[in-house]
């Protein structure tokens, strides 16, 4: 749910762009050009790290729930793999600070679902 729902909203969110771009007259070469450099002061930057915290809290959650028991343990698990995998997919022009942020906040996130999973699983006891 993290990871995958990650990439696929990423995606979905670039051909969205791409075909607004394209349809504003951008040329090819410039749509690619823009979708590369994805600047960190962008709208697509911050839709894309919402959509990606947003899929976290719910990788967290789903993980939370369907564990049942060791909530956090697990969501700390999936938390950690979804960081590395993010690091090994972070493209080499991204800054430190930027990624340093990013990977911690990601972490924050899936930690908060499997603490909000725990909650319902609690309460439904």
């Known amino acids: 749910v993290d990871v995958g729902g990650s990439l696929i909203a990423t995606v979905i969110l670039a051909l969205i762009y791409g075909a607004a771009l394209g349809a504003a007259g951008v040329r090819r070469e410039d749509i690619a050009a823009t979708m590369q450099a994805s600047a960190t002061d962008s709208w697509f930057f911050y839709v894309g790290v919402l959509l990606g915290l947003s899929f976290s809290v719910l990788g967290g959650y789903v993980c939370a729930r369907i564990a049942r028991r060791s909530e956090l343990k697990f969501g700390a698990i999936l938390a950690a793999l979804s960081a590395v995998l993010g690091l090994a997919l972070a493209g080499d022009d991204q800054q430190l600070g930027?990624?340093?942020?990013?990977t911690l906040?990601?972490?924050?996130?899936?930690i908060a679902g499997a603490r909000l999973g725990l909650a319902k699983n609690r309460a439904g006891k």
């Open 105 to 110: 906040a990601g972490i924050g996130a899936v």
């Open 98 to 102: 930027t990624l340093l942020s990013l």
